[in-house]
């Protein structure tokens, strides 16, 4: 099974800053199958960037993934209002597939 | 627009069963691979299984292996997961999700519903 470990786990940052999340895999993830969840109390998970890099249909420009083989990472360049929240990692291509244990962004 | 409605939820004994559904409508239910994913209280997510377009390939977590049981039926526009032998751990907040494509392998799940609370309490 791959472990996914996100850092750090805890954020604390103001609106409009710029942020930087990271995931690690304790195996390479093939074929960068990764992806990036935002995930708000009593809501739906959302898929932000699937395949390492890619945004998902609906998803603003200012939310941009990165990375390969075991290292990824998640880049909010402008934080809004609406994105405190936290965010996962996962990996879809070895069976089981892993979330990693989220970062949250909260307001400072 | 694409929705997805998961049904199916409650308390049941430590030992019990349980049958999630989850109904979806607008999209083609068979041209997608299906997910559950649940979210423990206080926890993060966790992938519990997968199932291709046409049921021909499952997949399952470590934690439900020889427990739980995804099915589809894609004439009714339903996902399902038989839950058996439930244990406390179990107890969780099951969401399904659609996946991209037509495997549940290789593939981002880019639409979830709501979710059910599954409890497992004697």
């Known amino acids: 099974e791959i472990v996914l470990t996100q850092s750090p786990g805890t954020l604390s940052m103001s609106p409009g800053d710029r942020v930087t999340l990271s995931c690690r895999a304790s195996?390479?993830?093939?074929?960068?199958?990764l992806a990036w969840y935002q995930h708000k109390p009593g809501q739906a998970p959302r898929l932000l960037i699937y395949?390492?890099?890619r945004r998902a249909t609906g998803i603003p420009d200012r939310f941009s993934g990165s990375g390969s083989g075991t290292d990824f990472t998640l880049t909010i360049s402008r934080l809004e209002p609406e994105d405190f929240a936290v965010y996962y990692c996962q990996q879809y291509g070895n069976s089981p597939f892993t979330f990693g244990p989220g970062t949250k962004v909260d307001i400072e | 627009e694409v929705h997805l409605v998961e049904s199916g939820g409650g308390v049941v004994r430590p030992g019990g069963s349980l049958r999630l559904s989850c109904v979806v409508s607008?999209?083609?239910?068979?041209?997608?691979?299906m997910s559950w994913v649940r979210q423990a209280p206080g926890k993060g997510l966790e992938w519990v299984s997968g199932i291709s377009w046409n049921g021909g390939s499952t997949g399952y977590a470590d934690s439900v292996k020889g427990r739980f049981t995804v099915s589809r039926d894609n004439a009714k526009n339903s996902l399902y997961v038989q839950m058996n032998s439930l244990r406390a751990e179990d107890t969780a907040f099951y969401f399904c999700?659609?996946?991209?494509?037509?495997?549940?392998?290789?593939?981002?799940?880019?639409?979830w519903g709501q979710g059910t609370t599954v409890t497992v309490s004697s």
């Open positions: 195996q390479i993830v093939i074929n960068s199958y």
């Open positions: 395949d390492a890099s």
């Open positions: 999700a659609r996946v991209r494509g037509p495997d549940y392998s290789y593939y981002a799940m880019d639409v």
């Open positions: 607008g999209f083609t239910f068979e041209e997608y691979g």
